[in-house]
């Protein structure tokens, strides 16, 4: 007689409670899908104090950490395990994304509470609508806002328009270069990388969890983020980021 076996546990490349700056993409997509079907609920229902809860539950897990992240424990304790870890990405993106859903949902909840129910229902829909098309394909709004902010908020406080190349310890390489802003757990910036070197590019990486100074003088918002540079370090072309 056949004995059950438990599932095999599959390798984690990043420890979802400790490397913080980074996040498995497939978690984040868990936590929208529950956003997006309680707050689905709500609205329909009229029981709109679940909009109140997921808020809540969006807040606690932002101040203090994935453990207190209900859909992302459960992700991360049982479905991970199981199916594997999914893409490694940059964990201020979709965190950025959490933030504007408490705002939502909050001001949902408070439109509810206040009398205006249709307000509050509109709120509550467009949560809905967002969450489920970011946990069905991927498109993350408020992701997508994140990074178009970095963009500008990296335009208007500081060009970046050089790289010493001494610094990054590419001084001795003669030509054009792409310098690579990474993350050694980030899976698109590995497959950027492999892209570009196949192409024929001769890449320079600066990992930015060694090298926080780089990324704070440089306005790094997100990896992976890569320019091409002349010899003399000019960025002539922005690849990524």
């Known amino acids: 007689m056949r004995t059950a076996t438990a599932p095999r546990l599959r390798t984690r490349t990043a420890d979802p409670y400790r490397d913080t700056d980074v996040i498995d993409a497939y978690a984040p997509r ?12 709500a609205v329909a229902t009229g029981w709109w104090p679940l909009l109140w809860l997921v808020a809540a539950q969006l807040a606690i897990g932002l101040t203090f950490g994935r453990r207190y992240c209900l859909p992302c424990l459960f992700y991360f304790e049982v479905v991970q395990p199981r199916i594997g870890e999914g893409p490694i990405e940059d964990s201020r993106p979709p ?3 959490n933030v504007v859903g408490v705002v939502f949902l909050g001001a949902a909840t408070l439109a509810y509470g206040l009398g205006a129910s249709g307000v509050g229902a509109a709120l509550g829909l467009v949560v809905s609508a967002l969450a489920l098309l970011a946990a069905s394909t991927g498109l993350c709004v408020g992701c997508e806002m994140y990074k178009l902010g970095a963009r500008l908020r990296g335009i208007a406080s500081r060009p970046f328009e050089r790289v010493d190349l001494a610094e990054i310890g590419a001084a001795a390489v003669a030509g054009d270069l792409v310098v690579e802003f990474t993350h ?6 590995r497959e950027l990388e492999r892209s570009l070197r196949a192409a024929g590019r001769r890449v320079v990486t ?10 704070r003088r440089y306005g790094i918002a997100y990896v992976p983020t890569a320019v091409a540079v002349d010899g003399a370090g000019r960025v002539i072309a922005r690849i990524a980021g």
């Not at 050694?184 to 910036?189: A, G, K, M, R, S």
């Open 184 to 189: 050694p757990l980030c899976t698109d910036c």
């Open 30 to 41: 868990a936590n929208q899908t529950v956003v997006g079907l309680v707050s689905l609920l």
């Open 95 to 97: 965190r950025f994304a």
């Open 206 to 215: 600066v990992d930015v969890s060694r090298r926080p100074d780089l990324a």
